[in-house]
């Protein structure tokens, strides 16, 4: 995309077009402007219509309900490479200062319609996070009571001869920590693996500038991660 359509609010005129014209043509990433009128976009859209039904439409018969636009030619390397977030800011800042702009088209606006079901799936898998962890807390607590109450026996014994808490419980977390530690590690390995997977071949899914970003998780969040399943 290297061009973007300037609509008009109604009754903006000429005079007018052209101020804001020039004040736009100030910023860099605006090389030159190209006049759409009325008869232009008829015909356009007539050529368009012809394409997609036998019916012929006349466009000077249509073009008094098709605005006059602008088109602003852009410098591709300035208003997208440069940095994220220039043309947006520009497009932004435009409407803000100029009350004459109905709005300005870059080609963009397509994409909220995905960005929105990706913002769904984002949370839909903290849901599933959250989820996993209440389960998780659920279950762990319902195996150690089912765990106390097969050694009920035992442990009124060990009460029986003196023992503390410290020497009747312990050993059990201990071993809940090693079983931890193991499940841990086991499911650690598969999320490995299924990153360098992905990183070695997954140039058919992502671009590669993506996969150069990718990173595992790092010691500190796998420790944190452990001691929050802990």
Known sequence: VNRAAVYWKADVKPEQKESVLRELSKNQIVDSFTTITSEQSAKKFGEKFSKVSSEKIKPNKIAKFFPEYHVMNLD??????????????????SLEKFPEIKNISYGKSWIDRYVGILLGLKSLGWFLIASFLVASMIVSS?????????????????????ADDRQIYLPQIVNSM?????????????NFIGYTQLKDQGGSLLSQSSIDNLTFLSPGILVALFSLSI
Request: one cysteine or more; glycine letters at 8%.
């Open 76 to 93: 591709h390397q300035k208003a997208y490479k440069s940095g994220l977030g220039i043309l947006e800011s520009f497009v932004e800042n």
């Open 178 to 190: 090693l079983l931890s530690l193991l499940a841990f590690c086991f499911g650690l390995s598969f």
């Open 142 to 162: 319902s195996v150690v009571k089912t765990i106390l109450f097969s050694r009920r026996e035992e442990i009124e014994i060990l009460e029986f001869i003196g």
